[in-house]
């Protein structure tokens, strides 16, 4: 399963709503589909899984959506700290497969 | 807490071997099935390998098929990531990953902080 996301930058100013774009190549029966967080010089963390479950410690600006082939994070308020690469992955089929990612900047 | 460190990384040369470890702690480490997972410079994440917790059934992804292996020794609470065939194309920053579940089927609940292979002559 490919995995396409976009934008491939997203460049917004704190407070605004980001909303990032994970495009599945088949469609999802469930939603096997995660998003990691990777700041710069660091491993990926886990953000979401199962599409919209929030892993443990993530604040609530953070939110998935999305089933079938069409999958979104959204972050309601970006924070500073927000800056990062963000990958969406699914696992439902092998094997596992990442998107490309995007990245989220500051203006 | 859980933590998982990688080892064993470093600059090699083309087509000789390199194993890499991975420490893990804090959690029931034989429940779980381990990743491998790689990521080459400026590039983005891409799955390696799995071991199941019963440490019999292991994949692979197609581009390291019949010249990686991954094994795991749950007596040490390691995995490794045995790596043969090494070129250019391999070097990257290698994670080891805690499953989510026995399977190959699994999102990731944490990664090491990575350890680089740097494959060059």
């Not at chain 2, 749950?74 to 391999?90: E, I, R």
Request: proline share 6%; net charge neutral.
């Amino acid at each position: 399963i490919v995995l396409t996301q976009s934008p491939g930058t997203l460049s917004l100013s704190p407070g605004e709503r980001a909303t990032l774009s994970c495009r599945a190549s088949q469609s999802f029966s469930s939603n096997y589909l995660a998003w990691y967080q990777q700041k710069p010089g660091q491993a990926p963390t886990l953000l979401i899984y199962g599409a919209s479950s929030r892993a443990i410690g993530i604040p609530d600006r953070f939110s998935g959506s999305g089933s079938g082939t069409d999958f979104s994070l959204t972050i309601s308020g970006l924070e500073p700290e927000d800056i990062a690469v963000y990958f969406c992955q699914q696992y439902l089929r092998s094997p596992p497969t990442f998107g490309g990612g995007t990245k989220v900047e500051i203006k | 807490q859980v933590q998982l460190e990688e080892s064993g990384g470093g600059v090699v040369q083309p087509g000789r071997p390199l194993r890499l470890s991975c420490a893990a702690s804090g959690f029931s480490f034989s429940s779980h099935g381990m990743h491998w997972v790689r990521q080459a410079p400026g590039k983005g994440l891409e799955w390696l390998a799995v071991i199941w917790h019963d440490g019999i059934n292991k994949y692979y992804a197609d581009s390291v098929k019949g010249r990686f292996t991954i094994s795991r020794d749950d007596s040490k609470n390691t995995l490794y990531l045995q790596m043969n065939g090494l070129t250019a194309d391999d070097t990257a920053v290698y994670y080891c990953a805690r499953g989510s579940s026995p399977y190959t089927s699994a999102y990731y609940y944490n990664w090491g902080p990575g350890t680089l292979v740097t494959v060059s002559s």
